[in-house]
C-alpha cells in the first residue's frame, strides 16, 4: 500500500467515524486476525488462541459451524445489554402526562398500513 492509498484511507475512516460518532450502533467493530492451528487433544480437536485476544481463561464459548465450515466462536453467556435510565431522565421537559380521557380509543379506529385509519373490510 503506498503512502497516497493509506492517506486516503485515513482520510475515509475519519469521515466515517465522524458520521457514525452519532450513531455508534452504526460504527463497524474492530476486528482482527489471528493465524492459529487446529490439534488433537485427546479424543477432541483443540485451538490454540492467541494471547492478546483479550478473552480470559476459563470462558465459556460457542462455536458456531454452518454447512461444515467453520464460522466463530461466541461467549455463552453474553451479558445483556443494560439501559441507563439516569442518562435520559429529565431530559424531555416538555412531555406531560396523557390525559385519562385521550388514553381511550374506538375498535377498529386504527388499522395498520390502511393510511387512513379506516376499516377496509
Same mark, same amino acid.
Given at each position: 500500500?503506498?503512502?497516497?492509498?493509506?492517506?486516503? *484511507?485515513?482520510?475515509?475512516?475519519?469521515?466515517?467515524?465522524?458520521?457514525?460518532?452519532?450513531?455508534?450502533?452504526?460504527?463497524?467493530?474492530?476486528?482482527?486476525?489471528?493465524?492459529?492451528?487446529?490439534?488433537?487433544?485427546?479424543?477432541?480437536?483443540?485451538?490454540? #488462541?492467541?494471547?492478546?485476544?483479550?478473552?480470559?481463561?476459563?470462558?465459556?464459548?460457542?462455536?458456531?459451524? *454452518?454447512?461444515? +465450515?467453520?464460522?466463530?466462536? *461466541?461467549?455463552?453467556? +453474553?451479558?445483556?445489554?443494560?439501559?441507563? #435510565?439516569?442518562?435520559?431522565?429529565?431530559?424531555?421537559?416538555?412531555?406531560?402526562? #396523557?390525559?385519562? *380521557?385521550?388514553?381511550?380509543?374506538?375498535?377498529?379506529?386504527?388499522?395498520?398500513?390502511?393510511?387512513?385509519?379506516?376499516?377496509?373490510?
Amino acid at each position: 500500500m503506498t503512502k497516497r492509498d493509506e492517506v486516503n *484511507e485515513d482520510r475515509h475512516r475519519f469521515a466515517l467515524n465522524r458520521v457514525l460518532g452519532s450513531a455508534p450502533w452504526l460504527k463497524p467493530s474492530d476486528k482482527t486476525r489471528h493465524k492459529v492451528k487446529v490439534f488433537k487433544s485427546g479424543n477432541s480437536l483443540a485451538v490454540r #488462541i492467541p494471547a492478546g485476544t483479550r478473552l480470559v481463561a476459563g470462558t465459556e464459548m460457542e462455536l458456531v459451524v *454452518e454447512d461444515g +465450515q467453520f464460522l466463530c466462536y *461466541e461467549p455463552a453467556n +453474553q451479558p445483556k445489554r443494560k439501559f441507563n #435510565i439516569a442518562k435520559v431522565a429529565g431530559s424531555a421537559t416538555g412531555l406531560h402526562p #396523557i390525559a385519562p *380521557e385521550n388514553r381511550l380509543f374506538e375498535d377498529g379506529a386504527f388499522v395498520p398500513g390502511s393510511g387512513d385509519g379506516a376499516d377496509d373490510a
